[in-house]
T-cell receptor, first 114, second 114 residues
Framework: QQQVKQSPQSLIVQKGGISIINCAYENTAFDYFPWYQQFPGKGPALLIAIRPDVSEKKEGRFTISFNKSAKQFSLHIMDSQPGDSATYFCAASMNSGGYQKVTFGTGTKLQVIP | NAGVTQTPKFQVLKTGQSMTLQCAQDMNHNSMYWYRQDPGMGLRLIYYSASEGTTDKGEVPNGYNVSRLNKREFSLRLESAAPSQTSVYFC?????????????FGPGTRLTVT
């Protein structure tokens, strides 16, 4: 059962444009929503994260928008650059018996063209 | 400070062979995880260890075993490899504190079972 749905699967954006990736979750027990960035041949790395008591978080060109009532959150990449080309995973997390139970989305492959 | 390291980086096995994937972290983290990544399916948790001396099954544990050798090391063993276990395997760790949210990933092991 896919508890975190991510779209689109792939995205092509021109340099300088805005990249938008959307995610939806089902379990209201999730209390932490990270986004991971993965370059080819590398492991995922935390990009930015938000907690459900906040509607928006911005770090540089990266912004998470969070809608608790709709159980949706999205990643916006402003002024997208070729170096942003990577696969992005949204995730939802909660404490479960002393560890972080993380459910990942299926990933979005972003390509930023010059 | 190497973070999370994994060996080997690549491995080809024949059906029925066994192997152990090694993982070590130098961040004094309590929790460690093994994920597999398959195209279109995101990352799925195989096993985790919330703290030294404990291990538990994740979402897809069948065909795998784990050992938390000490606080630094967490190994994943395939006793009798099957083609369905062809995947990229990632080890991750989190938290000096018990409820620490960010997971740090290793570079991955690409496994092909023929």
């Amino acid at each position: 059962q896919q508890q975190v749905k991510q779209s689109p699967q792939s995205l092509i954006v021109q340099k300088g444009g805005i990249s938008i990736i959307n995610c939806a979750y089902e379990n209201t027990a999730f209390d932490y929503f990270p986004w991971y960035q993965q370059f080819p041949g590398k492991g995922p790395a935390l990009l930015i994260a938000i907690r459900p008591d906040v509607s928006e978080k911005k770090e540089g060109r990266f912004t998470i928008s969070f809608n608790k009532s709709a159980k949706q959150f999205s990643l916006h990449i402003m002024d997208s650059q070729p170096g942003d080309s990577a696969t992005y995973f949204c995730a939802a997390s909660m404490n479960s018996g002393g560890y972080q139970k993380v459910t990942f989305g299926t990933g979005t492959k972003l390509q930023v063209i010059p | 400070n190497a973070g999370v390291t994994q060996t080997p980086k690549f491995q080809v096995l024949k059906t029925g062979q066994s192997m152990t994937l090694q993982c070590a972290q130098d961040m004094n983290h309590n929790s460690m995880y093994w994920y597999r990544q398959d195209p279109g399916m995101g990352l799925r948790l195989i096993y985790y260890s919330a703290s030294e001396g404990t291990t538990d099954k994740g979402e897809v544990p069948n065909g795998y075993n784990v050992s938390r050798l000490n606080k630094r090391e967490f190994s994943l063993r395939l006793e009798s490899a099957a083609p369905s276990q062809t995947s990229v395997y990632f080890c991750a760790s989190s938290g000096e504190e018990v409820f620490s949210y960010e997971q740090y990933f290793g570079p991955g092991t690409r496994l092909t079972v023929t």
